[in-house]
């Protein structure tokens, strides 16, 4: 008897998931609109990156410039083998695909105006939203364009120079960046000019350093870029992709603990009305019972976080926590990613009228903690002329 063998399909890739269907569809309806490089970021997987190469219209005029640049972001066989496809079928209209010998670079490169190669990097926000966004363009046929400063959500531009330099300088100049500030990840110009102009129309002073030079960077900068209309970690972690969206208490202990978020407390002049009213309590002749103490101590943060977290500041936090979530994704530690993204829902969750967000309510104990862990350490260095009741903050 003849053993039959299961057919072998001739073309079996495996199907996407609805999510990662919508993210290359979303992709090539704005494909006039993308640079090529951020195309390759926003793909994040090799599979994702050939069914992309595979649909990319022959008749778009970029479409050369699209598959290149994925080639060059993903080495593997899949992507490669998609792109060698899609380059074939484009030959084969009449467009001139320069020969490329076997493990050689490509003869061919993306076209940019002005013959300039853009990088663009930005650190994870801090706690007050500061963060640093880094420039750099090549020109041809010799030169270096660097822009690079400090900006934050609230105030705008804190920092910023711009000016082009040798190779030589450029180079000692962003090396210097680089170790000051650490923890740069490369993104999209997009992401970095997105930012860029926020913190500008933010910016609260008249024109100075910073403003002027960005303004000779910006016409530039709006020309290249198209500005991000939502925050770009959705693209790459839709919500509806989380199991379970809600955060629990030792997820967000898990996430405060990451170095990236060491800055991440309340302000001490924010803080310290409620460590004098929590200090009032614990001395209180009245408050007999610890129950009564820690009743009236849970009702005073309760307030207090409704008072300082404004819908402008939950906005912000949320922005930020949406932002460093995109860079936990674009460091590989995807896991913090996701907890960061449940944290920014945690807190874009409407207040009931008796209970805050869960993020914010542990954020303003976390810093308690610290306030006050930081108050015992200089009450016991502080000099026996010290007046006891003194309340030292960092």
Known sequence: MSRKHPRKS??????????????????????????????????????????????????????????????????????????RKGLFRLKQRGVDVPERRKDDRPAFVAVRQEGSQSNAYVSPPDGLGNRAVFIQTSRIPAGVDLAMGVVSDEKGMQEFVFGRYSKRKAKEMRDFFFQSVGDLLETSLEHAATLLESAYHKSKTGPNRATSDYLRLRPWLLEKASLLEAPIVYELIPINS???????????????DHKWMETWIVHPDDIKPLIQEILSVQQSPILVSAEQK???????????????????????????????????????????????????LSVR????????????????????????????????????????????LP
Do not use: C, W
């Not at 994702?48 to 219209?57: G, M």
């Not at 955060?247 to 996430?255: F, G, P, R, V, Y």
């Not at 610290?370 to 108050?375: D, N």
């Open 242 to 256: 989380l199991a379970d969206p809600a955060i629990t208490d030792s997820q967000i202990d898990k996430l405060l």
């Open 349 to 392: 969750e409407k207040d009931s009228t008796f209970k805050s967000s869960d993020f914010l309510r542990h954020l303003v104990e976390h810093s308690l903690s610290y306030y006050l862990g930081r108050m015992e350490e200089n009450r016991k260095d502080m000099s026996k002329e010290e007046p006891a009741s003194r309340l030292i």
């Open 294 to 344: 820690g009743s009236r101590i849970q009702d005073l943060k309760e307030g207090f976080v409704s008072k300082i977290y404004t819908y402008e500041k939950r906005a912000l936090t949320r922005a930020r926590l949406e932002e460093i979530a995109y860079l936990f994704y674009k460091a590989g530690e995807e896991d913090y990613a996701v907890l960061a993204l449940k944290a920014a």
């Open 10 to 83: 001739v073309h079996s890739a495996p199907s996407l998931s609805p999510d990662d269907e919508s993210r290359v569809n979303s992709l090539l309806e704005d494909i006039s609109r993308l640079e090529p490089s951020a195309v390759s970021d926003r793909l994040g997987s090799p599979r994702l990156a050939a069914v992309f190469v595979e649909k990319i219209p022959l008749e778009n005029p970029g479409a050369i410039n699209f598959m290149v640049a994925i080639q060059e972001s993903f080495p593997q066989k899949e992507v490669q083998k998609a792109v």
